[in-house]
């Protein structure tokens, strides 16, 4: 069965540096997303995308946030200067139509030092 | 806004029984999606069930069943026949009828099944 894919699944970085976090969505979905869980909370949604623009984004995705399809297969998030509060397991998901079951990947576990 | 609320942090049963996991959320909307997911320790949310709103008939999948009560916004997960692999957190999700495939989740439930 085809799988949303995410790297690296641990990601290790300096407080105020840049990270980018990978996705590969399911080839033939249109809709992705990005959610976020902090140890011990909720998955909390950041932003959906579709047809190459953000459809949604929540409080959490300022500024420092950004995403892009750079081609045909990948998703990425980007964190520009990151955080100690942006500490966090990142998923990515993906679904055929936007009311449709999200599949979700396995997860990027981010550590901020 | 919509809020999604599990009340039961932890729970357990012994395997072959059945358990009942509550969820109740708040919205002005009339059509919406439910929806139970399950996250093992493996990390990998995999979606054990899907409700649609305007459909009264409760959603099942194998031993995995819902009771959907629209008018007390109620849509609690009963598993049956436990098995020791539904040990997992499982969270209930909500997402509105608009284009934008928002997911609204629970704080989650952990379910430990013991032998």
């Known amino acids: 069965e085809p799988e949303v894919t995410q790297t690296p699944s641990h990601q290790v970085t300096q407080m105020g540096q840049e990270v980018i976090l990978r996705c590969v969505p399911i080839?033939?979905?249109?809709?992705f997303y990005w959610y976020r869980q902090i140890l011990g909370q909720k998955v909390e949604f950041l932003v959906s995308?579709?047809?190459?623009?953000?459809?949604?984004k929540s409080e959490i995705f300022d500024d420092q946030f950004s995403v892009e399809r750079p081609d045909g297969s990948n998703f990425t998030l980007k964190i520009r200067s990151t955080k100690l509060e942006d500490s966090a397991m990142y998923f990515c998901?993906?679904?055929?139509?936007?009311?449709?079951?999200?599949?979700f990947g396995d997860g990027t576990r981010l550590s901020i030092l | 806004a919509q809020t999604v609320t599990q009340s039961q942090p932890e729970m357990s049963v012994q395997e072959a029984e059945t358990v009942t996991l509550s969820c109740t959320y708040d919205?002005?909307?009339?059509?919406?999606?439910l929806f139970w997911y399950k996250q093992p320790p493996s990390r990998q949310m995999i979606l054990v069930i899907r409700?649609?709103?305007?459909?009264?008939q409760n959603a099942t999948e194998n031993r995995f069943s819902v009771n959907f009560q629209k008018a007390a916004k109620s849509f609690s997960l009963k598993i049956s026949d436990s098995q020791l692999g539904d040990t997992a957190m499982y969270f209930c999700a909500f997402m509105t009828s608009s284009n934008t495939g928002k997911l609204i989740f629970g704080q989650g439930t952990t379910l430990q099944v013991k032998p």
């Open positions: 080839s033939n979905h249109l809709y």
């Open positions: 995308f579709y047809n190459n623009e953000i459809s949604e």
């Open positions: 919205t002005s909307e009339s059509n919406y999606y």
């Open positions: 409700q649609e709103a305007y459909k009264q």
């Open positions: 998901a993906s679904n055929i139509r936007e009311n449709q079951p999200q599949h």
